[in-house]
């Protein structure tokens, strides 16, 4: 029987998972991270409460599978935690949700299950693998694009996706409930929620406040003309395209426009400057594992929740970077996020804007 | 998918036909409450005393110097707390125990020390888990009420000289409890040999059910109730007993005592064949607990730079059940006290393995085990150098 391991967080989802990839006749172990959170707030990491330990492991008690509880914490601390705070660093808005896709999740506890003696690992992610010529796996955006999680699994090598399997991802969401309704399993989703786990409900700006006190310099706000507005009070605090909070007087709404972190400067301007037409990407992987050899039409999602719009992606540097120029200014456009690439339901490839 | 093969014995045994087999009737035909004076009580009473000969011919004790409990845990809770509260109204407030105690003993150590106004003095451990007579006669004072030491340890399976211990604490007026809870399976419990006042056992490790235990309390010793209510147990523990599960207890440890030899004799050799093929085969191994001073059916290791909960995942995927001294379902690895108390350092104390034997192991099964060992802890060492 080929083995699976299924990363399972007691939520409907990756529950269906197992099911599903059970019924299939796999022979299914149910794996559960356990992550960093800072000291005294342990049981309050979203993605490893005790509640949805629990959870899990009733789940798999309910499917007859074993179930292993796995300590993250060390390798989580070194590379999401700490890139976070580096992102902040160099005075961007990181997504650690990217990096603990690629280095916890389809590294470490890849490497856990494939220990394990798995030929596979399932999570409870809406997205779709599809088989091309070549061998070659194809990410695509789940049947529900409303519940479409491909934008943070734009991480994945060819590597990862042959070991990867997405069942939840072939079904609408109110099927998912169904199935897991027929299973006897819990319906109700994980709070879905834009806190990072490792906050644990704090306020970032607290926690950088703590984890990297040199990062709240005040320091000179100023318009796009460069005429001085007045002071802000660490980079860190703000947000591309934030309009409250900023604290300077002025007739017509000002907008956060960008971070210079080597002169610790915020930049404001109108509404009419907040778009960009163009954007750089860097640390681009293409799902393919390589470039396009040219330019290309692609509708380019540049946050997790933003809507994809029309544009032309360049590929640089042999792939390792992306040049990307759309059709209108978009807004939003934030360093440290990812610009995903779209050409139909399926993902090309995304990296890191910059 | 076919059962893992089971190398947990230490953690519980299977309840044995023959002891499932006697307890039966007492579920429902013959139900009755011991306390009650009518026909049904009385065949109940009848069946509690039986027990009660049972268990206390095993220990060479009076039938009323046996307390029946709902577990070991709760018979160590019995004699710590109700040593220590007389112990505190008779200006004794100390209490000697180790660090390499089971739970149950020094968690209730620690509340009686936090709460209560008892002063613990926790006695060190040599470098293979024993307590030894010098450390003892160094800590016993005329303030000393109760000395608890366990008979033998559940993680490094080191037995302790307790007939030595308890003459020393005797010859201050010291009252002395082991917890013979991991021991009773393979050692003699003869608490006359032992010299023990009081003495703890739990039927889960020799084949009988889990939830019902016992607490030998030599005739004399003052103990204040922790369960208070009707008068069973001689005032010492209240509540309607258990009495299918007093009836299988006494019959599971009569057969242990009735076949103590023979289950020395199955599980022993292959205990040496575990522990010489390991320090052997596998590199960085080292034994913990005491060589030959130890319960026959275990062997107990430590790996360096192995993370001992992976390990335990990697072998229960591969078919094998056994336990770490840093096993933890939530994915928080830390050493245990045990293993921190031998003094080890953090790279080896977190990979710690415990395999203990029993009856229906075979020596196929432990081949097998033995052949698949190796590459498991060389994957773990291999994952764990790359993870960080």
């Known amino acids: 029987m080929t083995k699976v391991v299924v990363a399972m967080s007691g939520g409907v989802d990756s529950s269906v998972a197992a099911a599903l990839l059970k019924q299939q006749g ?24 005790p509640d949805s330990m629990a959870q899990a492991r009733r789940v798999a008690a309910k499917l007859d599978i074993p179930f292993y509880v796995v300590d993250a914490k060390n390798v989580f601390r070194e590379t999401v935690v700490q890139y976070f705070l580096d992102g902040y660093a160099r005075g961007e808005t990181p997504n650690p949700c990217l990096m603990c896709n690629r280095q916890i999740r389809w590294t470490f506890l890849l490497d856990h299950a494939l220990a394990l003696g798995a030929e596979f690992m399932a999570t409870g992610h ?20 409303s519940k479409d999680q491909s934008y943070v699994l734009h991480v994945l090598t060819q590597e990862k996706l042959q070991r990867a399997l997405f069942p939840v991802g072939e079904y609408p969401k109110p099927e998912i409930r169904k199935i897991a309704e027929s299973f006897g399993l819990p319906t109700a989703s994980r709070a879905d929620s834009q806190d990072l786990c490792f906050l644990a409900g704090e306020d970032y700006r607290n926690f950088l406040q703590r984890n990297a006190p040199q990062l709240n310099q005040p320091g000179e706000i100023i318009r796009t003309d460069g005429k001085v507005l007045g002071q802000h009070n660490g980079l860190a605090s703000y947000t591309i395209g934030q309009r409250k909070g900023l604290g300077v007087a002025s007739p017509v709404p000002l907008y956060v426009i960008t971070k210079h972190a080597t002169h610790n400067t915020l930049v404001v301007g109108t509404q009419d400057e907040l778009g960009f037409s163009e954007l750089t990407a860097r640390d681009v992987n293409w799902i393919s594992g390589e470039a396009p050899p040219a330019a290309f039409r692609a509708m380019v999602k540049i946050r997790y929740t933003a809507k994809p719009v029309p544009a032309e992606v360049t590929p640089l540097a042999g792939g390792a970077r992306a040049h990307v120029r759309f059709d209108a200014p978009a807004r939003d456009v934030t360093a440290g996020q990812a610009a995903v690439f779209y050409v139909g339901e399926e993902v090309l490839g995304g990296g890191i804007i910059e | 998918m076919t059962d893992p093969i089971y190398l947990d014995y230490a953690a519980t045994t299977p309840v044995d036909p023959r002891v499932l087999g ?11 409450n011991p306390s009650s004076v009518h026909r049904y009580g009385q065949r109940a009473e009848a069946a509690l005393d039986s027990a009660r000969e049972t268990v206390a011919s095993v220990l060479h004790c009076r039938p009323e110097e046996i307390i029946f409990t709902s577990c070991g845990s709760e018979s160590d809770n019995l004699a710590l707390r109700g040593a220590m509260m007389i112990g505190l109204k008779n ?32 006695l060190p451990v040599d470098a293979r888990g024993a307590v030894t007579p ?45 917890d013979a809870v991991q021991a009773a399976a393979y050692l003699d419990v003869d608490v006359t040999k032992l010299g023990v006042d009081m003495l703890s056992l739990g039927s889960h490790k020799f084949y009988g059910p889990k939830g019902v235990g016992a607490l030998y309390v030599k005739k004399g010793t003052q103990l204040l109730p922790h369960t208070t209510g009707g008068g069973q147990e001689f005032g010492l523990r209240a509540g309607t007993q258990n009495v299918p599960y007093i009836v299988g207890f006494a019959e599971a440890l009569r057969l242990t005592a009735q076949e103590r030899e023979e289950r020395v004799a199955h599980v022993q050799p292959l205990r040496d064949q575990i522990i010489g093929r390991v320090l052997e085969e596998i590199p960085d191994s080292q034994l913990t607990g005491h060589p030959e001073n130890r319960l026959p059916n275990h062997a107990s290791f430590v790996f360096k730079d192995v993370d001992g909960n992976l390990l335990l995942q990697l072998l229960d995927a591969a078919g094998f059940a056994c336990s770490s001294g840093s096993a933890c379902k939530t994915g928080n690895p830390e050493p245990s006290e045990v293993i921190t108390a031998l003094g ?10 415990r395999i203990t034997l029993g009856k229906d192991s075979t020596p196929e099964q432990t081949d097998s085990f033995l052949s698949t060992l190796p590459s498991l802890v060389e994957k773990t060492r291999h994952l764990s150098a790359t993870d960080h």
């Open chain 2, 134 to 178: 010098d450390a003892m006669r160094h800590a016993v004072c005329d303030g000393t009420a109760l000395a608890s030491v366990m008979l033998a340890n559940n993680e490094i399976g080191t037995i302790n000289p307790i007939a030595e211990l308890a003459a020393i604490c005797h010859e201050h007026g010291i009252l002395f409890h082991t």
């Open chain 1, 126 to 145: 809406y997205a779709r693998i599809r088989n091309s010529e070549f061998g070659i796996r194809n990410l695509l955006r789940a049947v529900d694009e």
């Open chain 2, 22 to 32: 006697v307890m039966m009737p007492y579920f429902n035909a013959s139900f009755g």
């Open chain 2, 344 to 353: 080890l350092s953090r790279d080896w104390a977190l990979g710690s393995l």
């Open chain 2, 91 to 122: 200006n004794r407030p100390w209490l000697l125990t180790s660090r390499t105690e089971h739970h149950a003993v020094s968690k209730t150590a620690e509340q009686l020390e936090k709460y209560y106004g008892v002063q613990v003095e926790w």
């Open chain 1, 26 to 49: 796999y022979d299914v172990v149910g794996m559960m991270l356990r992550l960093w959170s800072a000291p005294g707030k342990e049981d309050s990491n979203r993605c490893c409460t």
